[in-house]
């Protein structure tokens, strides 16, 4: 299966940890986004890469927040310091560059953290 | 800002019956993409359908197709022969043509019955 990957697929944690989460894109695509998703919402922009260059950052994505791409592929977002409210879905999803004015995402299945 | 607004948070339609789950959205641009994605439960979001602004013709694939009202900035979708699998949430999604985000709306969860 060639699509995005997301591990671990759920996280439980004591609020004050730091948690890691890793994505795996698909191969040709080399961009790639992490989202974030409460219950009862659509998923909101935190970040986005083209190849290793972190260009875009919301204001959701604290100082607590750090998402790396070291070498243009897989990505990692660390929490530092969890807290209650960062309960929630972490989606992370990648699209081509070329080939279609469209930048359609395609989304991995998620990493769903509890913050306890 | 960009907002999306989708009204229903749920929707229920017979098996077989067609259904339409709305979507409004606001930007001052001219030349965007729309998007509607589902999300099954516990499963990944997969892309259902897509519109680039500036074309006229409403998207149509297989069983769902789009009616894309520009002036109004409306984007609803419309899922013909309902059937069981089609059960989900349902995302309305716009990015700008200069941008790389998607912004979404809350949802519609869709029920299929039997």
């Known amino acids: 299966d060639t699509g995005v990957s997301q591990d671990p697929r759920h996280k439980i944690t004591k609020r004050g940890q730091n948690v890691t989460f890793r994505c795996d894109p698909i191969?040709?695509?080399?961009?790639l986004y992490w989202y974030r998703q409460t219950l009862g919402q659509g998923p909101e922009f935190l970040t986005y890469?083209?190849?290793?260059?972190?260009?875009?950052k919301s204001r959701l994505l604290s100082d607590r927040f750090s998402a790396e791409r070291p070498k243009g592929s897989f990505s990692t977002l660390e929490i530092q310091r969890t807290e209650q409210g960062d309960s929630a879905m972490y989606l992370c999803?990648?699209?081509?560059?070329?080939?279609?004015?469209?930048?359609?995402?395609?989304f991995g299945p998620g990493t769903r953290l509890t913050v306890l | 800002a960009q907002t999306v607004t989708q009204s229903q948070p749920e929707m229920s339609v017979q098996e077989a019956e067609t259904v339409t789950l709305s979507c409004t959205y606001d930007?001052?641009?001219?030349?965007?993409?729309l998007f509607w994605y589902k999300q099954p439960p516990s499963r990944q979001m997969i892309l259902v359908i897509r519109?680039?602004?500036?074309?006229?013709q409403n998207a149509t694939e297989n069983r769902f197709s789009v009616n894309f009202q520009k002036a109004a900035k409306s984007f609803s979708l419309k899922i013909s022969d309902s059937q069981l699998g089609d059960a989900a949430m349902y995302f309305c999604?716009?990015?700008?043509?200069?941008?790389?985000?998607?912004?979404f709306g809350t949802g519609t969860s869709l029920t299929v019955i039997p």
């Open positions: 999803a990648s699209s081509p560059s070329s080939g279609t004015p469209y930048n359609e995402q395609f």
């Open positions: 191969s040709e695509h080399n961009r």
């Open positions: 890469f083209q190849n290793e260059a972190q260009l875009e």
């Open positions: 930007t001052s641009e001219s030349d965007y993409y």
């Open positions: 519109q680039e602004a500036y074309k006229q």
């Open positions: 999604a716009y990015r700008r043509n200069t941008g790389n985000q998607f912004y």
